[in-house]
């Protein structure tokens, strides 16, 4: 599904608690790190492996959120603020539907897309405006109804998705994704520190991605950049 992040509060603006697991993204086997070191598989499947209840779990754990009257609601808001009305947006890694749901109810015409099914059926029964998708990040390959590609304004990574991804299936997830965004597209995606995906190498996987660095930020509330969270918005270069 999404990227779970498990770590600060909803609604502080990092999104460091904001749980969308896992990630549209690829279920690879382990490879090598960006950067060296070893590798790992996507975290989202393994977890499922371990306990076949957890993507119901995590679900269950957004609506008691949901109820409590938490905030989870920022990164949709920032999302918000970089789209011209009616935009088309990617969620990738939609997870439960939480961002592009809520983009959706704003207007946008929004297409999510996750790897976890029973996550995209619960974005399907909350957010029946947009168009949801079980599939792969690593092999996303979206079509109009006419055949040509489907082509995005804005591509939102809510939540620690890139570090779900397995380590030798980024390049190819961040390919994916420069392939679905208009050349004057943008991509912004947020994760924390300590995940085993350093900075650096994202930036480094972003630009073999044919993406490039335009801004960023250490929180989703538009805070300075830091050296625990990140949020980076990108361009094709």
């Given at each position: 599904m999404s990227g779970?992040?498990?770590?600060?509060?909803?609604?502080d603006g990092r999104a460091k608690g904001f749980a969308e697991a896992g990630s549209a993204?690829?279920?690879?086997?382990?490879?090598?790190?960006?950067?060296?070191?070893?590798?790992h598989g996507n975290l989202w499947t393994e977890a499922l492996a371990r306990d076949p209840e957890h993507s119901r779990n995590y679900a269950r754990r957004w609506r008691r959120m949901v109820e409590?009257?938490?905030?989870?609601?920022?990164?949709?808001?920032?999302?918000?603020?970089?789209?011209?009305?009616?935009?088309?947006i990617l969620d990738a890694g939609c997870g439960?539907?939480?961002?592009?749901?809520w983009l959706s109810e704003r207007g946008h015409a929004v297409v999510g897309v996750d790897l976890d099914p029973h996550l995209v059926e619960v974005?399907?029964?909350?957010?029946?405006?947009?168009?949801?998708?079980?599939?792969?990040?690593?092999?996303?390959?979206?079509?109009?109804p006419w055949g040509s590609q489907k082509m995005f304004?804005?591509?939102?990574?809510?939540?620690?998705?890139?570090?779900?991804?397995?380590?030798?299936?980024?390049?190819?997830?961040?390919?994916?994704?420069?392939?679905?965004?208009?050349?004057?597209?943008?991509f912004v995606c947020g994760f924390g520190a300590g995940r085993g995906y350093a900075f650096e190498d994202f930036f480094a996987d972003a630009e073999a991605?044919?993406?490039?660095?335009?801004?960023?930020?250490?929180?989703?509330?538009?805070?300075?950049?830091?050296?625990?969270?990140?949020?980076?918005?990108?361009?094709?270069?």
């Open positions: 779970a992040h498990l770590g600060a509060v909803p609604g993204a690829g279920a690879g086997a382990s490879g090598a790190v960006s950067g060296g070191g070893s590798g409590a009257g938490q905030d989870i609601d920022g990164e949709a808001r920032f999302a918000d603020a970089m789209a011209e009305r009616e935009s088309k439960t539907g939480r961002t592009g749901g974005a399907r029964q909350d957010f029946p405006a947009a168009e949801w998708h079980v599939g792969d990040l690593a092999r996303m390959d979206l079509r109009e304004d804005l591509v939102v990574m809510a939540g620690n998705v890139m570090t779900f991804v397995a380590t030798d299936e980024r390049v190819s997830v961040l390919e994916r994704i420069r392939a679905h965004m208009f050349d004057d597209a943008r991605a044919g993406l490039r660095l335009s801004l960023r930020l250490g929180t989703w509330d538009i805070r300075p950049a830091s050296e625990d969270f990140l949020v980076a918005v990108l361009q094709a270069r």
